[in-house]
């Protein structure tokens, strides 16, 4: 099933997701070496690192609910991706409260403003996983034409419109 939401061929989901989720997870991993090295800078970078993961989780999740709403009600596809919403949602809430903990002095932040950062990390693994089970197992976001000789989705035709010969095509554009 394609996505709804695509540029230059693309899902804009699958594109935006690579950012709240290496911003959230560096945040975490920074607040580990903050603690590890007791240095103030770490810990500050985090809270940045938080604030802009939570602000770009929240414009991939405007997409995400584009495609989601494209899936059939009824479909195994729906149900994980309503899982997928949700548990991508606990960790936009979690990292959200722990920036807020941390806001006062983010040089120094509290025993449960980590708390809420680490259990989201926990979250957006489940998150992840639940992702690519929409796309590596129940094809959703997926070109309707995709398959291991399909030509480039900036080419015309489109993917969907080449055989699945593997034969090279006079139009195709690599």
Known sequence: MESKAKFLGHSIHKML????LGLLATAAL???????KAHPFWFHAAFWMIAVGVLSGLVAAVF??????AIPSG???????????L??????????????????????????AFAFSFVGVTFSLVGAWLGGELADRLGVGVDDGAHLNAASSLSIPRAAEIPRTGKASAKRIA
Not at 30 to 36: P, Q, R, S
Request: aromatic fraction near 12%; avoid cysteine.
């Open 30 to 36: 920074f607040d580990v070496v903050g603690l590890w």
């Open 17 to 20: 997701v690579a950012f709240p």
């Open 87 to 112: 548990a991508n949602s606990a960790v936009l809430i979690l990292f959200a409260i722990s920036w807020f903990l941390r806001r006062g002095g983010p040089e120094a932040p509290g025993t449960v």
């Open 75 to 85: 479909t195994r596809a729906n149900a994980v991706g309503l899982r997928h919403a």
């Open 64 to 69: 995400g609910l584009i495609d989601w709403l």
